[in-house]
């Protein structure tokens, strides 16, 4: 409990004028020194701790979760002012509904209220041009929650300059299933046949039939019966001949031409030319920078069905001990000047080896 009144002087001293007033300067100063260098075009938060706050700080778990939404608008605006062009939030798990239906209905009102809240004309995401994007198994959402959420989503979408995705309901699993899901769907579509009726192929092959059908009119006169000569060949007979010899492209019989169209129109996509950028594509991310950044708070090392198609070799992974509604800009800091350091020592790398390499193609001995 006296951590608690102690969290309160300091929010209380925070509030005032005059701290208010130096702590954005010296947040602005602080941000204005990042743009200076690389920055993260893409990052992503799990946003753990907020139970954990509230069993600590002894109030309910539900006011636990809207601190944890106030910190999120902190972050996001530290994030859009430094220039990151894409968040990406852990808002809620499809685990997440195995918890009491106390707190998912609690968590459901929470998104409905606080979404549509940032998203009004004026607030935080219209002053950075944010468009939200919701990521997830919205069927699984209740109907007033998923209109809610879409009407959010329809303030923001004439804004083009960042993007914020929420993941809700989300899982990792679920994303990469799905897109492995959509993939073969795709791939068991034929491919449109070539509209091209000049190409040479299609002329040729009509050459070719009419040749045919000339030919084999010839055979049929120079065989047919003339008058007077034996004509005991029925008419029966003749029609066989006839139509067994004459290939006239209005018959049913099947032309090189027709056989080309059908294969064509009943060829699928080749399942070789499934690359790992085939599946990128078809990710609930598709169309945003790779993640640069992905930051867990609480103390947990563990991505928890988080964006795992996403963090690749190049993403930094970075595990805070803090709890979510503790994390602001003085805990980010730290985090995003590792990051710039970290990629300015990968560039001297990279810089320094192409240096070594245009020194060997020129001759010179490399020491």
């Not at 004028?17 to 075009?41: C, D, F, H, K």
């Not at 699984?140 to 998923?146: E, F, G």
């Not at 602001?328 to 590792?338: G, K, Y």
Request: a positive charge; proline letters at 6%.
């Amino acid at each position: 409990m006296p951590s608690m009144h102690l969290s309160q002087i300091r929010k209380w001293l925070r509030a005032s004028p005059p701290m208010e007033w130096a702590t954005a300067s010296l947040q602005e100063l602080l941000i204005g020194a990042l743009r200076q260098g690389p920055i993260p075009q893409h990052v992503a938060f799990v946003m753990d701790g907020n139970r954990r706050f509230a069993r600590n700080h002894g109030i309910e778990t539900i006011e636990g979760h809207n601190l944890g939404f106030e910190a999120l608008a902190q972050i996001l605006e530290v994030c859009y002012k430094s220039g990151v062009k894409v968040v990406t939030i852990y808002a809620f798990s499809i685990e997440n509904f195995k918890r009491s239906k106390y707190e998912v209905d609690a968590l459901m009102e929470i998104a409905k209220t606080k979404l549509f809240q940032i998203a009004q004309h004026g607030d935080l995401l219209d002053q950075y041009g944010a468009s939200i994007r919701i990521l997830g198994q919205k069927a699984l959402i209740k109907p007033d929650v998923r209109r809610a959420i879409d009407k959010a989503v329809e303030l923001t979408s004439r804004n083009g300059d960042a993007i914020l995705n929420v993941c809700f309901p989300y899982t990792s699993r679920d994303e990469i299933t799905t897109a492995i899901r959509n993939t073969v769907i795709d791939y068991s579509k034929p491919l449109p046949s070539p509209n091209r009726p000049f190409s040479e192929t299609r002329i040729s092959n009509t050459i070719r039939s009419r040749h045919l059908t000339a030919q084999a009119e010839a055979y049929r006169r120079s065989n047919s019966p003339s008058p007077g000569t034996n004509s005991g060949v029925s008419s029966d007979a003749e029609d066989s001949l006839s139509s067994t010899t004459t290939l006239h492209p209005e018959s049913g019989t099947e032309t090189p031409y027709k056989k080309h169209l059908s294969s064509a129109s009943s060829h699928l996509p080749d399942p070789e030319s499934i690359t790992s950028e085939t599946l990128n594509d078809h990710m609930f991310t598709a169309g945003t920078p790779p993640l640069d950044l992905l930051v867990r708070t609480s103390g947990v090392e563990r991505l928890s069905d988080f964006m795992l198609w996403q963090c690749h070799e190049k993403t930094d992974i970075i595990f805070l001990k803090c709890l979510w509604p503790e994390f602001d800009l003085w805990q980010f800091l730290p985090v995003l000047v590792e990051w710039q350091w970290r990629r300015r020592k990968e560039a001297e790398r990279i810089g320094a080896q192409e240096r070594k390499g245009l020194k060997v193609v020129k001759g010179i001995k490399v020491r």
